[in-house]
């Protein structure tokens, strides 16, 4: 009987699971799905994925692969089909030489990170992460038993990892540098001597692996040149996973397929820990991720000026509101804006906006405005918006928060 009533009161989760909080994105992207469903005119502002449809040439690959009866498992780590598009994106795109057995196809960019993580990091190993960050890295270093180090970077540097405090924040227990350009949450992108000067504390630093996030690699704006690590140093092509996929720039976010190239050793443990987990990313998105990287790119530039155009637009509209600074990011399709200038203010109702989270909560429930709070990406007190969406519904959600600031008092 006794060991019944204990049973019963064990917990029935891994104390693993007891380190990470659930994503904040995908929970308030929920909320709003809610407040809608309840018949609320709400704007949601919190997605990270392009507006945009998936280009019909990719969706006719797909089509055509499940009548070619491309329907069954594929090779663990992608098709050869894939594997190949893939190396001469690497070498056209970022001058990168990848054999096959230095690629390796998983389920979303985010799966390619997880992987890495689950192949190398041991209890204790540290992970630097420059802070505003995507809310995921940190919580995989947790499940996978590692140390996430958040070193914050200031707005006046654009948001941007200096040289300096990362080789202040590198010990002898660092397994990996995180870097993220364009960012997901400040659009924030790396000029080359920006990099450079990044890559040079790298190179001192043998012991690091670097994980190059270049996913919003194509979305940047102006006349601004995306650069990686491992093309700007060589010396660092030895230890450097330069991670990508066809999520944002294809508009392929439900296809579920992310990439990477590295050393063959790493290569081969994330296939080992996939062959265990997933086995293949689906066939269909693979021939589908083919058609992506092999057919014509000519929507990329259409969609990027439309992206560009609303990041200007949103960036005047937020940044004549008095109380919110809104610095303009190189690329991705967010902006990062501070609400310093609104915290201690009162709500109509006469609660106090305490935080950026608060701020969030007060747009979602006064304006009906769905954004992310910073803290969620490890930054205070900003505030995220996506503004993947059309012209009339950002113009529509900035007028609706220029008028809930004023309203605070
Ligand atoms: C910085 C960053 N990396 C990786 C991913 C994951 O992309 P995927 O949808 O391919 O898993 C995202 C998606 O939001 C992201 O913002």
Redesign the pocket.
């Given at each position: 009987m006794l060991m019944t009533v204990e049973r019963t009161k064990a917990p029935r989760t891994a104390e693993r699971l007891s380190r990470v909080k659930p994503s904040p994105t995908v929970a308030l992207f929920g909320r709003v799905a809610q407040l809608r469903a309840q018949g609320q005119n709400i704007i949601g502002l919190v997605a990270?994925e392009p507006d945009f449809d998936t280009p019909e040439n990719i969706k006719e690959a797909a089509v055509a692969a499940m009548r070619a009866g491309q329907t069954k498992y594929t090779a663990v780590d992608g098709t050869p089909a894939l594997k190949e598009a893939i190396r001469a994106k690497f070498k056209r795109e970022n001058g990168l030489d990848y054999a096959a057995d230095q690629i390796i196809v998983s389920v979303?960019?985010?799966?390619v990170i997880y992987n890495a993580f689950m192949a190398t990091l041991s209890p204790g190993d540290e992970v630097i992460i420059a802070a505003p960050y995507?809310v995921s890295y940190p919580e995989m270093v947790l499940l996978c038993d590692g140390v996430p180090v958040i070193v914050p970077c200031r707005a006046k540097a654009g948001f941007k990892l200096s040289a300096e405090d990362l080789e202040r924040a590198i010990t002898p227990k660092t397994k990996w540098v995180v870097l993220?350009s364009p960012s997901?949450p400040s659009g924030a992108a790396y000029l080359p001597d920006e990099l450079k000067r990044i890559t040079e504390v790298l190179v001192r630093n043998p012991h690091v692996l670097v994980l190059t996030?270049d996913?919003y690699e194509h979305l940047v704006y102006g006349n601004f040149t995306f650069n990686t690590a491992a093309q700007i140093e060589p010396e660092l092509y030895d230890r450097t996973l330069t991670v990508n996929?066809v999520?944002k720039t294809y508009c392929m976010?439900g296809w579920r397929i992310?990439y990477a190239g590295g050393p063959r050793d790493l290569v081969k443990g994330m296939a080992a820990v996939q062959s265990h987990s997933t086995t293949n990313p689906t066939s269909i998105s693979q021939a589908a991720a083919v058609e992506a990287l092999n057919g014509p790119q000519d929507f990329i530039a259409k969609n990027n000026a439309a992206f560009a155009r609303r990041r200007e637009m949103v960036v005047d509209a937020l940044g004549r509101i008095e109380g919110i600074e809104c610095h303009k990011p190189e690329g991705a399709f967010y902006v990062f804006p501070s609400c310093q200038g609104l915290i201690g203010r009162k709500r109509p109702d006469g609660q106090i906006i305490a935080s950026d989270e608060d701020f969030v909560i007060y747009l979602l429930e006064k304006a009906g405005v769905g954004v992310v709070f910073g803290a969620a990406f490890g930054m205070s007190p900003y505030f995220r918006v996506s503004y993947a969406a059309s012209d009339d519904v950002l113009r529509d959600a900035c007028n609706r928060i220029a008028q809930a600031s004023h309203d605070l008092s």
């Open positions: 990270g979303g960019g985010k799966h995507w993220n997901n996030d996913i996929g999520s976010t992310g």
